[in-house]
């Protein structure tokens, strides 16, 4: 019971410290730092249950659910091609990237693919344990992918802009 109170504490305090320091998903960040920071020195920490996995799938699933309305359907009338026509070329393009990581650093299709498409982060941690992919390098990957971008995309904007 202690280390599912720990757990919790650690992602509290992560997320609620990425939250308050106005880090771009910094209660996402904020916690998985902290847990996976407390988790590499110590070892201690329990593993999520899969039937805890689905729920929380289904949380993620109904907060996403809420962000639709009937202006959102009204938006998506008038920007369904490109709606359609992005991520069908960021999937190409991860398929091709897939396909480079498998020749050349020789991993398994699942964990290329994984590593390699555009996905949310728990998203995408979910697909590769469901298709047996390495969990820690598609994580890492994405955590990667997710830094850069945070920290790339507002200086990218002040440019533009």
Known sequence: MIRWI????????????GHWAGIPVGALLGALLFVAV???MTHKLPVIPANAKRAIQMLLGANIG????????????????????IP?????IGVIIGLILIRFLKIDIATAFCCSVPAGMSEIA?????????????????????FFLVFTIPFIIYLIL
């Open 66 to 85: 809420l962000a639709f309305s009937s202006e959102t359907v009204a938006v998506m009338k008038s920007i369904w091609l490109p709606a359609l026509l």
């Open 38 to 40: 407390y988790q590499v």
């Open 6 to 17: 720990q757990l919790l504490m650690l992602a509290c305090i992560g997320g609620l410290l």
């Open 126 to 146: 979910f697909l590769a344990e469901t298709y047996k992919a390495s969990l820690p390098l598609v994580v890492t990957v994405h955590i990667c992918r997710v």
């Open 88 to 92: 069908l070329l960021q999937l190409s």
